[in-house]
């Protein structure tokens, strides 16, 4: 596995800085936010070639201010623009992956409604994905949708193209369930994890390692091994530390210490 981090959490104002400082701290991978113009998208991959870091996935930018299960048809086409957008950055930048929230239940958002209709959006997308091999990988967060991991595949499953796939998120799903379950039930379609850490008896997020962080990483780490994950594990969270290299250096030590968990 590799080590990965969020383009916004790494310290400087450049791209040329933060990709710098992604292989200072000894990150091998940057997930990158939605960008929106050809010039920032060569932006970002020149000077992720020029630190040495590669990029291998996309955080969607709209989906929450315009989710695809909006009531509003303007609302969802504005949503598809972004994924449109998202998956251009994914091609310019060498990603094989955008990660996406498909959909927000709401008050006048029924869960029912917000799965059929956050499907035939995806729809629309899927030709120009599977065009140009890239995942759409749908993640797990606070969006009231896809409560079990049961729904979590079942929804991907109903799409029936290897090109819709899973974005897990390990922090995210300790408050409702299990990681590792979660991992073994998700299998295959696993493409992409989300690493942060989330204390119980707080009821807040943590650092990885922190103590009184809920999470098992031992278990997580053979749950990852059993269904043949292989791939970029990227920290989402700003890790233990007055100073950004006490931060950096935190989530990359702690990464480190997650990994040789298992031999």
């Known amino acids: 596995?590799?080590?990965?981090?969020?383009?916004?959490?790494?310290?400087?104002?450049?791209?040329?800085?933060?990709?710098?400082?992604?292989?200072?701290?000894?990150?091998?991978?940057?997930?990158?936010?939605?960008?929106?113009?050809?010039?920032?998208?060569?932006?970002?991959?020149?000077?992720?070639?020029?630190?040495?870091?590669?990029?291998?996935?996309?955080?969607?930018?709209?989906?929450?201010?315009?989710?695809?299960?909006?009531?509003?048809?303007?609302?969802?086409?504005?949503?598809?623009?972004?994924?449109?957008?998202?998956?251009?950055?994914?091609?310019?930048?060498?990603?094989?992956?955008?990660?996406?929230?498909?959909?927000?239940?709401?008050?006048?958002v029924p869960y029912e409604r917000a799965w059929e209709v956050s499907q035939n959006e995806i729809n629309k997308l899927l030709p120009a994905y599977e065009e140009n091999k890239i995942y759409i990988a749908i993640e797990n967060v606070g969006n009231r949708f896809l409560l079990s991991p049961t729904d979590f595949v079942n929804y991907i499953d109903e799409f029936d193209s290897r090109w819709v796939a899973g974005y897990f998120d390990v922090g995210n799903i300790v408050k409702t369930g299990f990681p590792e379950q979660w991992i073994t039930t998700i299998g295959s379609r696993l493409k992409k994890i989300h690493v942060k850490g989330f204390d119980l008896k707080r009821m807040v997020f943590c650092s990885l390692l922190e103590e009184g962080c809920s999470i098992d990483w031992t278990a997580v780490m053979y749950a990852l091994r059993a269904v043949g994950y292989d791939d970029v594990m990227t920290g989402e969270l700003k890790g233990l530390g007055e100073t950004p290299d006490e931060c950096m250096t935190n989530i990359s030590t702690d990464m480190d210490k997650i990994f040789a968990l298992i031999k």
């Open 1 to 108: 596995m590799r080590k990965g981090i969020y383009y916004s959490l790494l310290p400087g104002t450049t791209p040329e800085e933060k990709f710098a400082a992604a292989a200072k701290y000894g990150f091998q991978c940057v997930e990158v936010p939605t960008l929106t113009t050809d010039g920032d998208r060569k932006l970002y991959a020149d000077a992720a070639k020029a630190a040495g870091i590669k990029i291998p996935s996309v955080m969607n930018q709209l989906h929450w201010q315009c989710p695809l299960s909006d009531p509003s048809a303007d609302v969802r086409a504005k949503s598809v623009e972004g994924m449109f957008h998202s998956l251009e950055t994914a091609r310019v930048c060498g990603a094989d992956t955008v990660l996406l929230v498909p959909a927000v239940v709401t008050p006048n």
